[in-house]
């Protein structure tokens, strides 16, 4: 049974700088280690003398120190370092209590150790996750002996055929005679020294996470990373990234794919899917805009969703060149310039040039095809099902959906009613995004939660109904 190897507290002299390291201040440092995954260590600086100048600079500064020499000695390197509120006390006679708290966008402890040989383990210390943490079962006996049966570990090639081994570790404390423990769950990958890049590991390990938040319908960070090398070991937070609320009783029922054999088919198709899409960037943008959707306001998550959908037509549109009706450049010169005098001459239009002036500036957006139309090709191309939600374009009565995302955008006013009808449409438009998603992932969202609305049809049709009694449609922007 592994345990959690928890960095020790240090106490030491920082260096504190901008740019030159040789430009620096020294400050008395001490730095506490929660012990638990996703609780941020605590960096407190304490001044031997005030640095008001200093500390009010608007500035992001690096972090470096050393306790001792050799093997043992230990190594401290924090990166984007900013203030927080500082507390200072003056007893007089010199008796001055200063602290100033600090945070970091990544703080490594690394330790020199004892010369050894072999492969790189690389382990990454991950949030709560349904889908990837193994069914261990811990047995306590009545004479105060714990088993640890595990379950089995999920292992997933992410790059170059290196396995990713997802499985618990565990934190143990003693209160008494009573021993307490609880997993935290990790992947870790063996490598050669020569093979190992941190950062293609990260993005490895990000990106394949994201796939899984997808698929959870929660989102999963990496919060920490440990790796021993031929001589360090190295202790690494990720202090900048999000900590994923905890959501109690999450379960199969709540995950967007539930079935274990299609989650996996699923991860090994949409991660090597992502990766090598031509797309990358705007399919990892609607994949991060889609997974964090429970976050924010009613507003907030329908122009968030709205936006992911846009993007993964946006994508189709490249793909397929679908973004102008005339490509060529020259072609669409030619014809803004017949448009021109046609309006110039135009006998309504001939005295006025003020409203001559708005008609030109619209000229460029008759080319641009529109999103409706790269939309419906998508959904074509894709086969994505759409008779069963809110339309999202107005080809039935009633309010769709992208009337609703311009009312939003355009600072529409709506009642406490009217958000719960925009909250149902608000499902339509979830569902769609995620069969639009899963499409593009390369995986069918018929194998997936998503192929199904038979519990929100009637919900919808009536929201719809009452909604566009309340609010008079507003004309869709393409």
């Known amino acids: ?28 440092c001490e730095i506490t280690f929660p012990e638990k995954i996703g609780d941020r260590p605590c960096i407190n600086f304490y001044p031997e003398r005030p640095i008001v100048d200093f500390y009010h600079r608007p500035v992001i500064l690096k972090l470096q120190g050393q306790i001792g020499d050799g093997i043992g000695s230990t190594k401290i390197v924090a990166t984007g370092v900013s203030f927080g509120e500082a507390f200072e006390r003056n007893w007089g006679e010199g008796l001055d209590d200063r602290r100033i708290p600090a945070r ?35 047995e306590q006996k009545y004479d105060g002996c714990v088993t640890n049966h595990r379950g089995d570990a ?28 609880w997993p935290t769950l990790t992947a870790a990958v063996e490598l050669p020294s020569s093979d190992f890049n941190k950062d293609e590991l990260l993005s490895a390990i990000d990106d394949f996470l994201l796939l899984v938040s997808f698929a959870e319908s929660r989102r999963i960070a990496c919060l920490e990373m440990q790796w021993h090398t031929a001589s360090e070991l190295v202790h690494e937070y990720r202090m900048n990234r999000a900590v994923p609320q905890k959501k109690e009783n999450h379960s199969f029922n709540d995950c967007l794919i539930d079935d274990r054999a299609q989650l996996t088919a699923y991860l090994q198709t949409a991660f090597v899917k992502l990766r090598r899409h031509p797309q990358y960037k705007l399919v990892l943008g609607a994949l991060a805009a889609i997974t964090s959707s429970e976050e924010g306001t009613i507003s907030t998550k329908f122009i968030r969703i709205f936006s992911a959908l846009e993007s993964m037509v946006l994508v189709h549109r490249r793909i397929h060149n679908l973004e102008l009706s005339i490509p060529d450049e020259q072609e669409r010169q030619a014809i803004v310039e017949d448009l021109r005098d046609a309006i110039k001459s135009n006998s309504i239009l001939k005295a006025d040039s003020n409203r001559r002036k708005f008609i030109y500036e619209n000229i460029p957006g008759l080319f641009r095809i529109s999103l409706k139309q790269a939309a419906e090709h998508f959904f074509e191309q894709h086969k994505i099902f759409t008779s069963d939600i809110w339309p999202i374009f107005g080809k039935t009565k009633g309010i769709s959906l992208i009337e609703i995302r311009n009312k939003i955008a355009h600072g529409e006013n709506f009642s406490r009613e009217e958000w719960w009808y925009i909250a149902q449409a608000n499902k339509s438009l979830q569902l769609l995004a995620t069969r ?12 997936s939660r998503a192929h199904s609305t038979f519990d929100q049809e009637p919900n919808w049709k009536e929201a719809q109904r009452l909604l566009s009694q309340h609010q008079a449609p507003l004309k869709q922007c393409n």
């Open 1 to 28: 049974m592994t345990a959690y190897a928890r960095p020790v507290d240090l106490k030491f002299h920082a260096l504190l700088y901008e740019v030159n390291p040789l430009q620096s201040i020294s400050i008395p």
């Open 104 to 138: 970091a966008e990544s703080l490594q402890i690394t330790k020199v150790t004892p010369p050894q040989e072999g492969m790189i383990r690389i382990t990454f210390y991950l949030s709560d996750s349904y889908l990837l943490s193994p069914n261990d079962v811990i």
């Open 154 to 181: 999920i292992k997933i090639d992410l790059i170059d055929g290196l396995s990713f081994k997802f499985e618990n570790e565990y934190k143990y404390r003693n209160v008494g005679k009573e021993r307490t423990s």
């Open 436 to 447: 639009c998603l899963l499409s593009t992932l390369g995986t069918s969202y018929e194998n």
